[in-house]
Every structure is written in C-alpha cells, then in structure tokens.
C-alpha cells in the first residue's frame, strides 16, 4: 500500500494501522510504503514507529509522491489512498479483491453514494468532482466511472507504470484514468465512503482544479479544442451563407439581424481553437513518437499552416480590395458589403494567424525539447 504524506503526524500511524489490519483480516500478504513528501513535521517518524516503510520524495507534489510510490512498491497490487484519515481503510478489501481476482485491473473507490455532506465542500460534490468526471470518462473514451477524482485505488502495479503517467500534482487521478481508458485497461469502481479528514486538506479548489483540466486538454485536444473549433466554423459558415442569402439581414420581432457580425467570430475564434488544439495534438503525437521510437515522417503541421494560410489572407485581402473598388466607382450601396466584408476580415485574420504560426513554430521547436509541455 502507498500513503503520499504531508504533515501528517495526527493521523499517518491511525492509517498504517487500519490497512495492515483490514489487509491481514483479508488474508493479503502486505506492505505499508509512506512517501514523506518533505513533512515538517514528526509524519516519517510516525510511520516508521508503526512499520511502515519510509520512501522520501523532495520533490512537492501529489502526483510526484504518489509516482515515486508506486516504483518503490514490491507488490504486485497496489492500493493508493490518503494519510489524512478520510478513506475508510478498513474497506481496503473491497479494492483489492478484483484485482487479485483477475476481474479489474484498476478498482476505483467511489466517493459520493455514501460520503456524508460536511465530509465534502458543496462545490467539490456537486460542481467540481462531476464536471472533472465527465471530461475524464469522454477523453477516456467512454470510461464507465463516477468518481474520476477518488485517491482510492487498487491497480495492477505493472499496467500502471506501463501507462507513464507524468503528472506532479492533484491532476495525476485525472491522467492515470484517461491514460488507462485510452490503453483499455479494465477499469471498476466501488463505493466506499469519505470521511472528515483529519488535519488541514492540502487541496486549492481552484489551481487544483485547471491543473485538471489542463491536464486532461493536453491529453484530449479534441475534447476542448478540436471539436468546439469545428462547431465553430461550421456555425460561421452557415451564418455567413444565410448572410449572403439575406444582405439586408433576417426580421426578428420590429428588429434585423444580421447573421455576417456573428459569422465573423465564429469563423476566427473557430480556426483559432482548431489551430491551437492540432498543436497540442501534434505535440502529443511527436512525444509519443519519441518515447517508442518511432521516427516515422508525418506531414508537417507548420508547412500545412503556410500552404493554408497564405492563400487564405490572399483570399481576403482580394474580398476588401474588389469592396474598396467598389465603394469608390459606385454610387449606391453594395447589397452584400457587409457580409463580404466580414468573411473577408475572417480570412485575413485566420489567414495571418496560420502563416504566422506555420512560419514561427519551427522556431519555437528549436528550443523545445519535445516533449509534452512540463506540469507546472
């Protein structure tokens, strides 16, 4: 078993005790490893009074703990939890069983059914720990959990250091799951309580939170950048059509509206998430490359930005020119001025935006090392 631990000498020992008994109770030869994660307080002495075996890891973080846990561990089977007291240990069985079955090879200790209300804050239950849980279980592609943020796991240790999680902080329950899902692992859940920790939560609701969902972005560009971008563009393209079907916009009430404004930002900010998320994905892709060795040549990512780009900021400076031409030779207003003069601002904008990016990111790559952007 791995206990991450951070100044927790009220409750560290009260742990070690309950696992080992719950583990023994079930007939499971065991290990208790706590990762002092540099306490300033009597946390390792504690531990190593109650015989645990004490593993330090100076560098800050859950996730880094939690890591270096898992290499450190003898056992084949796993169990993950809190030193806090917050886990109900003496359920410890109810993970570990299906593993050693063969049944699973991550067991998920669920949170929520049975957690009473004050173990939680309002927005962790309710708006955080869902809303994290949904992005998980659709970038794991359809990973059937509930509680994607529990720290209460039991895993085949093997398929975990297989996955090369990366994570430093809280985010790590978030990538070990998607990372598991995407790998097909076998992924259960059970419930198992929550209860008041002891001592101060080391948890910062918000920072917290985004590393999460940078995390899982990172992972899953298509979920937040890709697929947004192109429901974007494709709701730019069709307000601009309806634009050039009705130049003098559509009636709404004793109103007009002119769908071109709208057209106008959507196509931009649509091309903008499109572009920033076939980065990450190219990043992702690279990396992954690298670490398999895999050296295969894939189109380039910039030179297709230029090839793009460049002919579309032409596309609309021509759009303006042949408008400002217009403007000057005749005498009544062009009908469709105005939505031509939006999809031409969308072009150059997009246009500039691409060519600068397919001319600038070789660039940026030379001091680049590869590799997925760092936790921070």
């Known amino acids: 078993m791995v206990l991450p631990c951070l ?22 030869p065991n290990e208790i490893l706590v990762v002092d994660n540099n306490s300033s307080d009597r946390s390792a ?3 190593r009074a109650h015989g645990a075996r004490v593993v330090v890891e100076p560098r800050p973080g859950y996730g880094n703990a939690l890591r270096t846990g898992i290499e450190a561990a003898r056992g084949d089977i796993v169990v993950m939890a809190d030193a806090d007291l917050s886990y109900d240990l003496s359920r410890i069985a109810q993970l570990v069983r299906p593993v050693a079955e063969g049944s699973a090879d991550i067991v998920v ?43 209460y796991r039991a895993f085949r240790r093997e398929a975990i250091l297989s996955l090369g999680l990366t994570s430093s902080g809280m985010e790590f329950a978030s990538e070990m799951l998607v990372r598991a899902g995407r790998a097909r692992l076998r992924v259960a859940e059970t419930s198992t309580g929550y209860r008041q920790r002891s001592g101060v939560s080391k948890l910062n609701t918000f920072s917290d939170g985004w590393r999460h969902v940078r995390k899982i972005l990172l992972l899953a560009p298509h979920l937040l950048l890709v697929t947004p971008g192109l429901v974007l563009l494709g709701l730019g393209a069709a307000f601009e059509t309806i634009g050039l079907a009705f130049p003098s916009g559509l ?26 998320g076939l980065v990450v994905a190219d990043r992702q892709r690279a990396a992954t490359g690298a ?26 400076i021509s759009i303006d020119v042949v408008l400002f031409v217009l403007w000057l030779h005749t005498d009544h207003a062009f009908s469709r001025a105005i939505p031509l003069a939006a999809l031409a601002q969308s072009c150059v904008v997009d246009g500039a935006s691409l060519a600068g990016f397919g001319l600038l990111y ?10 997925t952007p760092p936790d921070a």
């Open 291 to 316: 670490a398999r060795g895999d050296r295969r040549r894939r189109p380039s990512l910039p030179a297709t930005c230029l090839a793009l780009g460049l002919p579309l900021a032409a596309l609309g």
């Open 45 to 47: 002495e504690v531990a």
């Open 109 to 151: 200790g669920e949170r929520l059914s049975e957690a009473p209300s004050a173990t939680m804050p309002f927005l962790h239950r309710r708006l955080g720990t869902p809303a994290l849980t949904m992005l998980v279980r659709r970038a794991a592609r359809g990973l059937e959990v509930t509680d994607s943020q529990s720290g």
């Open 362 to 371: 070789p660039i940026v790559l030379r001091g680049d090392s590869g590799g």
């Open 7 to 28: 100044d927790e000498e009220d409750s560290v020992g009260r742990c070690i005790e309950e696992a080992r008994a719950a583990l023994c109770e079930a007939g499971f």
């Open 251 to 276: 009636g709404v009430g004793s109103l007009r509206w002119q769908p071109s404004f709208i057209s106008g930002i959507a196509l931009i900010l649509g091309a903008q998430a499109l572009l920033a």
